[in-house]
T-cell receptor, first 115, second 117 residues
Framework: AQKVTQAQTEISVVEKEDVTLDCVYE???????LFWYKQPPSGELVFLIR??????QNEISGRYSWNFQKSTSSFNFTITASQVVDSAVYFC????????????FGSGTRLQVQP | EAEVAQSPRYKITEKSQAVAFWCDPI?????LYWYRQILGQGPELLVQ????????DSQLPKDRFSAERLKGVDSTLKIQPAELGDSAMYLC???????????????FGPGTRLTVL
């Protein structure tokens, strides 16, 4: 069965520090999608990125970057020069069967950025 | 911009009472999902609909939970009777094709926060 593990329950950093959120997944599928979502205190889920299992290229979007490594079944998320507005809970998720299945979420990592 | 609508946004009920949540997906979206998010955890799928048919309800506690999408548009999730452990955020999401084709983005609603006293 599919599984997503986010071992870091909570991370606290000082503004402008870089921070990496870890995500490890398990699946027997060969075609799947991986996602990162942000959940601010207001509660809504904000989509950040998706990556399909055939695309191992790293991606950078502003201060955000993602590192996908199939060899280690990891999809890590790095925030460069963190800001207070980055404080939120971040979820990694997996959708099997080429993205047809519902999302399987990790337990989330709470990031607190102190001014 | 089209959004997934959910109501109510907040619900407080006493245990043993019945409670219902409503979701209106983005127009034209064939697939609808209900997720439950217990405080401090990630969302977990309760039920997935393709049009009016259930695709996956393996994690739905069927002794007390029911879900329907009669005309393949909006959906209702019901709990009867509610228990203390049902306190959670109930999230609805929709996607264009979902189970019928390869990846379609899931759009999430704002959720209904349920508190059972």
């Amino acid at each position: 069965a599919q599984k997503v593990t986010q071992a870091q329950t909570e991370i606290s950093v000082v503004e402008k520090e870089d921070v990496t959120l870890d995500c490890v997944y398990e699946t027997r599928d060969t075609t799947y999608y991986l996602f990162w979502y942000k959940q601010p205190p207001s509660g809504e889920l904000v989509f950040l990125i998706r990556r399909n299992s055939f695309d191992e290229q790293n991606e950078i979007s502003g201060r955000y970057s993602w590192n996908f490594q199939k060899s280690t079944s990891s999809f890590n998320f790095t925030i460069t020069a963190s800001q207070v507005v980055d404080s939120a809970v971040y979820f990694c998720a997996l959708s099997e069967d080429g993205g047809r299945r519902a999302l399987t979420f990790g337990s989330g990592t709470r990031l607190q950025v102190q001014p | 911009e089209a959004e997934v609508a959910q109501s109510p946004r907040y619900k407080i009920t006493e245990k043993s009472q019945a409670v219902a949540f409503w979701c209106d997906p983005i127009s034209g979206h064939a697939t609808l999902y209900w997720y439950r998010q217990i405080l401090g955890q990630g969302p977990e799928l309760l039920v997935q609909f393709q049009d009016e048919s259930v695709v996956d309800d393996s994690q739905l506690p069927k002794d007390r939970f029911s879900a329907e999408r009669l005309k393949g548009v909006d959906s209702t999730l019901k709990i009867q009777p509610a228990e203390l452990g049902d306190s959670a955020m109930y999230l609805c999401a929709s996607s264009l094709e979902g189970a019928r084709s390869s990846y379609n983005e899931q759009f999430f609603g704002p959720g209904t926060r349920l508190t059972v006293l």
